[in-house]
């Protein structure tokens, strides 16, 4: 295999990226936010639902609002929230998936998981869905760290670059559900792919470099990425 220096990475959103929106993991996540909020913070579950949607538009995760202003411990809220999820339950092996990470050239691409959750759930998503051998690492949001840092935060965009060991932005794939996440990509300069799937709602204007409506659709778009048959 070619140094790491040498390699391409291609970076992978986990949630609504590499699993289907209709799982609906998003709408058990925000019950669960939504409760926490009630309970942590003594809100109605109006007020709950209206900071829970304001954190995420502002900051791209509602937890970086429960820090930033209610002084919350993450690691508590990771407890009550991401790994309380009922994931063994929802998420199973996905043969297509795996078949096309499996073709990735990986002499010239490293695959690479990025993910705004915390490592915990990243994990979890990945073991279930039968492919946690198939990336190389993770960069995550530390919810142990003294000051959180998510996607669509530039900073996050270069910790990913120096995690994965990757000079150039120019060397950098990416494929994210987010519209925020897909268009701070493209300004960060990776090649980007913004999943909507067919049942979502687009943006007005495209915000990556493509629009695809499945995660297989990288193969198609990014050849270039994968073995030559």
């Known amino acids: 295999m070619a140094p790491t220096a040498s390699r391409k990475v291609f970076f992978f959103d986990i949630d609504n990226c590499l699993y289907p929106k209709s799982y609906q993991i998003h709408e058990k996540m925000a019950i669960l936010i939504d409760n926490y909020f009630q309970k942590n913070l003594g809100v109605s579950p109006e007020e709950a639902t209206t900071l829970h949607q304001r954190y ?118 990416f494929v994210d559900d987010s519209t925020l996440n897909a268009k701070a990509s493209k300004a960060f300069g990776w090649k980007t792919a913004h999943l909507v799937e067919e049942t979502a709602t687009s943006p007005p204007e495209p915000v990556g470099h493509y629009q695809i409506s499945n995660i297989l659709q990288v193969r198609e778009i990014f050849p270039e990425v994968f073995k030559r048959k």
Do not use: S
């Open 56 to 173: 995420y538009k502002d900051y791209g995760l509602a937890l970086e609002g429960l820090v930033r202003y209610h002084k919350v411990d993450p690691l508590a809220y990771n407890a009550q929230v991401d790994d309380a999820l009922p994931l063994e339950d929802i998420i199973k092996p996905n043969p297509a998936l795996r078949a096309m990470l499996e073709d990735i050239d990986r002499e010239r691409i490293k695959p690479w998981l990025f993910t705004n959750a915390y490592i915990n759930h990243g994990q979890r998503v990945v073991k279930l869905l039968g492919i946690e051998d198939l990336f190389e690492g993770i960069t995550y949001c530390d919810y142990a760290a003294e000051k959180l840092l998510c996607k669509p935060d530039p900073r996050m965009f270069e910790k990913a670059m120096h995690d994965a060991g990757v000079e150039y932005v120019k060397d950098c794939y």
